[in-house]
C-alpha cells in the first residue's frame, strides 16, 4: 500500500520566484493538506483540498495557493518568495467523513536565498 | 500564547529509563489528540492516536489524555537508541480530516 510521497525532495531557489511542489495522497484518501514546517518548529496548517477545492485555510497570506487534481493529488504553488518561506514543506493525506488521522509524505525542503 | 505548549527539549536519557513527554493546550474544543515521531529531515511519523480522556497502550508506548486539565503525556518505556528522535504532539476538534494544531515538538536523544 503506497503512502503518501511528494516531489522533490529537495529545492532551492531565490527570492521573488515562483515554486510548485506536488504531493500524492496514500492510496484510498481522498483529502489533502499542506503544512509548513520552520527549523525548530512544528507544523503549521497552510490549507486543506477535498473534492478539488479549498476547504479550509491557516494564517497563511495570498501568495500560498494551491490545486487538487480529479486523481486527488495536489499542487502547492508558492509566488514571490521570500528568505522566510524556507521550510520543510508537508502534505498529509486523510479521508474525509471518517475519525481516522492524518498520515504525513516525507516533505520537501525548500531554501530560499 | 499558542494553542499547544510543548518544552522544546532537548532531552537526554539513558537507554532503558522511561521516558515522559507532555504537552498542555488551551482550546477546549481539541478531543482527538495524536504523538507523531520525527527523524531528522524527514516526514512525520503518526504513534498514537487517541480521543477524549483516557489511557492508550501500545507496545513501549503509553498515550495519556486529562482534559479536565488540557494536558496530554507519552510515555516510553525501555527506552532504545532508535526512539532518538522530535516528539510532537498534534490535536483537533472533529479528527479526520480537520487541521491538525501542533506542539512546538521535543528532541529526545537515548543515550546508549
Known amino acids: 500500500d503506497a503512502g503518501v510521497t511528494q516531489s522533490p525532495t529537495h529545492l532551492i531557489k531565490t527570492r521573488g520566484q515562483q515554486v510548485t511542489l506536488r504531493c500524492s495522497p496514500k492510496?484510498?484518501?481522498?483529502?489533502v493538506s499542506w503544512y509548513q514546517q520552520a527549523l525548530g518548529q512544528g507544523p503549521q496548517f497552510i490549507f486543506q483540498?477535498?473534492?478539488?477545492?479549498?476547504?479550509q485555510r491557516g494564517n497563511f497570506p495570498d501568495r500560498f495557493s494551491g490545486h487538487q487534481f480529479p486523481n486527488y493529488s495536489s499542487e502547492l504553488n508558492v509566488n514571490a518568495l521570500l528568505l522566510g518561506d524556507s521550510a520543510l514543506y508537508l502534505c498529509?493525506?486523510?479521508?474525509?467523513?471518517?475519525?481516522?488521522?492524518?498520515?504525513f509524505g516525507p516533505g520537501t525542503r525548500l531554501t530560499v536565498l | 500564547q499558542k494553542e499547544v505548549e510543548q518544552d522544546p527539549g532537548p532531552l537526554s536519557v539513558p537507554e532503558g529509563a522511561i521516558v515522559s513527554l507532555n504537552c498542555t493546550y488551551s482550546?477546549?474544543?481539541?478531543?482527538?489528540f495524536m504523538w507523531y515521531r520525527q527523524y531528522s529531515r524527514k516526514g512525520p511519523e503518526l504513534l498514537m492516536y487517541?480521543?477524549?480522556?483516557g489511557n492508550k497502550e501500545d507496545g513501549r508506548f503509553t498515550a495519556q489524555v486529562d482534559k479536565s486539565s488540557k494536558y496530554i503525556s507519552l510515555f516510553i518505556r525501555d527506552s532504545q537508541p532508535s526512539d532518538s528522535a522530535t516528539y510532537l504532539c498534534?490535536?483537533?476538534?472533529?479528527?479526520?480530516?480537520?487541521?491538525?494544531?501542533f506542539g512546538q515538538g521535543t528532541r529526545l536523544t537515548i543515550n546508549p
Open positions: 498529509a493525506s486523510s479521508l474525509t467523513g471518517y475519525t481516522d488521522t492524518q498520515y
Open positions: 492510496s484510498g484518501h481522498d483529502t
Open positions: 483540498y477535498y473534492e478539488e477545492e479549498e476547504r
Open positions: 482550546n477546549s474544543a481539541f478531543q482527538y
Open positions: 487517541t480521543y477524549s480522556s
Open positions: 498534534a490535536m483537533s476538534a472533529r479528527g479526520g480530516a480537520q487541521k491538525l494544531v
